[in-house]
């Protein structure tokens, strides 16, 4: 009987872990089954929109996605990036900065230390929590520069992509 009790509970808690396993792999097919990646132009599309708000005032405002410029509306680090990438034709960008580190592929050569590698589109991904991250993302728009949205009190701007808590790029295109 006891051996029964316990080949039950091994049974529960496979199942429990598999449909926890299943569940997740439903997620995640979801986010790639249904990407197709961007031509360049729209990637060019995109990091001109992106330059356009981080040089006409957009304020910084967390979990915001939209901006008039000079002060109403504004956007975070994924916001200007899911803004951007949308306004240029492409609804396949996912609106966090985690979930956009899961999309694209690996960037060949494109880092702060080779900022001129850098594709528009490109996206350049910092860690500054040490956990879950990334937690910020910055817009290359060529010219070994990139885009921003860094935190209350700042308008996004136009950067030149820092070493510092890099974590990793992904190219869109």
Request: aromatic residues 10%; glycine residues 10%.
């Amino acid at each position: 009987m006891k051996f029964l009790f316990v080949l039950a509970l091994i049974f529960a808690v496979c199942s429990a872990n598999l449909q926890q396993d299943v569940d997740r792999l439903v997620d995640y097919s979801d986010l790639y089954l249904n990407l197709t990646l961007p031509s360049k132009s729209i990637c060019s599309s995109a990091a001109s929109k992106a330059s356009h708000y981080a040089s006409c005032g957009c304020p910084y405002v967390w979990g915001g996605t939209s901006c008039g410029c000079g002060g109403s509306g504004g956007m975070d680090c994924s916001g200007i990036v899911y803004t951007s990438f949308r306004e240029a034709g492409w609804s396949g960008i996912t609106r966090v900065t985690t979930t956009q580190f899961q999309q694209g592929v690996k960037c060949s050569s494109c880092s702060p230390s080779n900022p001129g590698a850098c594709q528009p589109g490109d996206l350049i991904f910092y860690c500054f929590s040490g956990s879950n991250c990334p937690d910020h993302v910055t817009m290359a728009i060529g010219g070994s520069k990139a885009v921003e949205c860094p935190e209350p009190g700042q308008d996004c701007h136009i950067i030149t992509p820092y070493a510092e808590n890099y974590y990793g790029c992904r190219s869109m295109c």
